[in-house]
Structure formats: C-alpha cells, structure tokens
C-alpha cells in the first residue's frame, strides 16, 4: 500500500520558516520524481518544487530563492524547507510523486501518488 505522508505544517508570520516532511512508504522511492504542490481555496493546484533521486531540483517562480526542495533516499522523505513567507503563501501543500524523470515540468496530472495534504498559514 502506497503512501506519503506529510508533517511540519502550521501558522507562521510573515516572514517566519516552516519545514515541511514527507515520507514515503510502498514503493521504490528512488526513481521516482518527487513533487511540492499547493493549492490556495478558490484557486488551483500548482506545483511549487521538484527533485529527482539524484538530488537534482527546480521551482516555481514563486518558489526560488526562499524555498528549498531536498530529499532523504535512505528515509524515503522529501523536505520542503520555506523561508521569508509570505501571506499569499497560505494554502494546503501536498507532497506527490511520479515515476521516472522529473522532466521538469510541474504538471500535476503526471503524479501518480499523492499525500493527504498539511495546511500553511501565513499571517500578515
């Protein structure tokens, strides 16, 4: 049984840091691209970062320069560590993955396994 389950979410000031985790269980977490999404009420899911197993990354350009994507192959667990918050930061985050390649792009249908999601309040 597949699963991902994510940890670290909470409410924050502008300005302040959360680490997000999310570890995996129920398949080979290697090959598999490894995915940040967010989704804010009233808008759509949208990808925030990727890695692939060799460590590789990218980012939304809302993302780069205060968020960081890194993962950990031996606990199976991906980590979302995000500085300087903002409140247009605010939304529900999900870790997902794909097999193979990243391919960099953030399409979200392209995911196959999906975490059940941890708020992120940021308040102004």
């Known amino acids: 049984q597949v699963q991902l389950v994510e940890s670290g979410g909470g409410s924050v000031q502008a300005g302040g840091s959360l680490r997000l985790s999310c570890t995996a269980s129920g398949y080979n977490f290697n090959p598999y691209c490894m995915g940040w999404f967010r989704q804010a009420p009233g808008k759509e899911r949208e990808g925030v970062a990727l890695a692939d197993g060799s460590g590789n990354t990218a980012y939304a350009d809302s993302a780069k320069g205060r968020f960081t994507i890194s993962r950990d192959n031996d606990k199976k667990t991906v980590y979302l560590q995000m500085n300087n918050l903002q409140p247009e930061d605010t939304a529900v985050y999900y870790c997902?993955?794909?097999?193979?390649?990243?391919?960099?792009?953030?399409?979200?249908?392209?995911?196959?396994?999906w975490g059940q999601g941890t708020q992120v309040t940021v308040s102004s």
């Open positions: 997902a993955a794909r097999p193979g390649l990243c391919l960099w792009r953030m399409n979200s249908v392209e995911f196959v396994y």
